[in-house]
């Protein structure tokens, strides 16, 4: 049984639920969309965040889901990705109080539900490894 089946949906649904956004880190690796050279794969840049008082290193974990999360939906062709791969999308959004910070939720629940939508529609088969 490969949990990227197009009938494996609902099973991606209880992870997005009841993982605390674990489901994240399970389809992107399932996808292989980490990068041994990226930021994320330094340790160096971890024990500078941690030693910095631990502030830094929790919006490191938040901008590494945040990048996980669009690298999952962008290789499931989730429409958009133009917009949401771009980091200066996401600065702007930050900056501008109100307006962004409420488009900053709805991106992100949007990438979250269409990744499902993509799940269901079966976009996620043609990842399966044939044995």
Do not use: R
């Not at 099973?11 to 050279?37: P, R």
């Not at 949401?84 to 992100?108: E, H, K, Q, R, T």
């Amino acid at each position: 049984m490969s949990i990227l089946k197009k009938e494996n949906w609902w099973i991606w649904l209880l992870l997005m639920l009841f993982s605390n956004g674990a489901s994240d880190y399970v389809l992107g690796a399932i996808l292989e969309v980490y990068d041994k050279d990226a930021w994320y794969a330094k340790w160096q840049y971890w024990l500078i965040g941690i030693l910095l008082f631990i502030f830094p290193a929790m919006i490191m974990i938040c901008i590494f889901s945040l990048e996980i999360m669009c690298k999952s939906a962008a290789k499931l062709k989730v429409a958009g990705h133009e917009l949401y791969l771009s980091p200066y999308v996401w600065i702007l959004l930050l900056i501008v109080p109100i307006i962004g910070w409420i488009l900053f939720m709805v991106m992100i629940l949007y990438i979250k539900i269409m990744t499902l939508v993509m799940l269901y529609k079966g976009a996620g088969e043609e990842y399966i490894e044939k044995a």
